[in-house]
């Protein structure tokens, strides 16, 4: 699959072994940068050949995600001698490819670079689009930039060494492609919903495949997000909230999860969607969120604080992508206070009873 940018186009291939890592050459210019749970698990497997001294082990936690993080890297990077002519390739999940992007593009104005997504969460969605985003003072993604990677490579069998709790929010990703889609995309995803969290491997491929896919329709024709790609962002107002409030305990695309059956609530408060369509989504969900909701307080007063600093509000509205009847996506700004607590609180009660 290409995908067009301004900068450049660049290749996503998607692997269903490890033949392209094995393969893997690290000549004196380039510098590599894995995910420590990941280096852990295949390092004698895929690692051991890497140079130590071109090789930093990164921490993907939500805490690291950030402009020191990505300076560090750049301050290890300038030693090395060719410069603008340096290569950087990473592995791992978003944080890896928001911090290591973010260096790939400040540094010498530009390098290349090369990004293996190794969760589910990356390969379907974040790979592609070039969006670099690093946390700022405890408030998700308030720093970024545009880079895309000049190739990308997806090997599938990293999804089997995946936690349940990163596999589903993964699958988080999948299910707000396919309910954008609309209900040919509710019923293919309520039909392949047990294969998926059995993780079949062709099942997850055609998932993948299909999801970047469908986001690469928006981000080719709004690639620096001024326009319809902000669509992608359904759900994401209240998912980055609730990623806020657990101090990230809850992942992203769980998260994401959460903040659809938000976003669906209030449309049906609206009148927006049918009630059925609301439910059959909300049945999909709940097989694929599971949050320990007693561990973690709900303070309303931090959820809104955090939906009215997200970068999407433009003004003291409250700004949200929500579902209309036909099941197309509609940037809306008079989204009221009110409204949100109510479909929070459906939420949250819903949680504590599963």
């Not at 589910?120 to 998700?140: M, P, Q, R, V």
Request: hydrophobic residues 40%; charged residues 25%.
């Amino acid at each position: 699959m290409i995908i067009k940018a301004s900068s450049k186009d660049y290749e996503v291939i998607v692997n269903n072994n490890f033949d392209v890592i094995e393969k893997l050459q690290i000549d004196k210019d380039t510098y590599v940068v894995i995910d420590k749970k990941l280096y852990n698990i295949y390092v004698e497997r895929l690692f051991n050949k890497i140079p130590k001294d071109q090789l930093y082990i990164f921490e993907s936690i939500e805490e690291n995600k950030t402009i020191e993080s990505a300076l560090q890297i750049c301050e290890i990077m300038t030693n090395i001698p060719a410069k603008r002519n340096a290569k950087l390739i990473s592995f791992g999940g978003g944080i890896v490819q928001d911090v290591t992007g973010f260096v790939a593009n400040v540094l010498y104005r530009g390098i290349h670079w090369t990004f293996y997504p190794t969760t589910l969460l990356a390969a379907c969605d974040s790979c592609i689009g070039g969006k670099t985003s690093l946390n700022y003072k405890k408030f998700k993604n308030l720093l970024g930039t545009f880079y895309p990677p000049d190739q990308i490579q997806i090997c599938t069998p990293f999804f089997k060494s995946l936690s349940e709790k990163d596999f589903e929010s993964g699958l988080g990703e999948v299910v707000k492609f396919n309910v954008m889609y609309g209900e040919k995309g509710i019923k293919k995803v309520e039909e392949n919903i047990n294969l998926l969290l059995a993780r079949d491997e062709k099942t997850l491929e055609e998932f993948v495949y299909n999801s970047l896919a469908f986001k690469k329709a928006f981000i080719e024709q709004d690639e620096f997000d001024r326009g319809i790609r902000i669509h992608l962002n359904y759900a994401h107002t209240f998912g980055h909230a609730f990623e806020t409030m657990s101090n990230y305990v809850i992942p992203h695309g769980t998260a994401v999860a959460m903040g659809m059956i938000v976003a669906n609530r209030i449309s049906l408060m609206r009148g927006w969607l049918k009630e059925s369509i609301v439910n059959r989504i909300e049945n999909v969900i709940w097989k694929i969120i599971h949050v320990d909701i007693q561990s973690i307080p709900m303070n309303m007063d931090v959820i809104m604080a955090a939906i009215r600093k997200d970068k999407k509000q433009t003004s003291t509205d409250l700004t949200a992508v929500l579902m209309k009847p036909d099941m197309s996506l509609l940037v809306v700004h008079d989204v009221k206070t009110s409204e949100i607590k109510t479909a929070i609180t459906y939420l949250f009660d819903n949680l504590r009873r599963k």
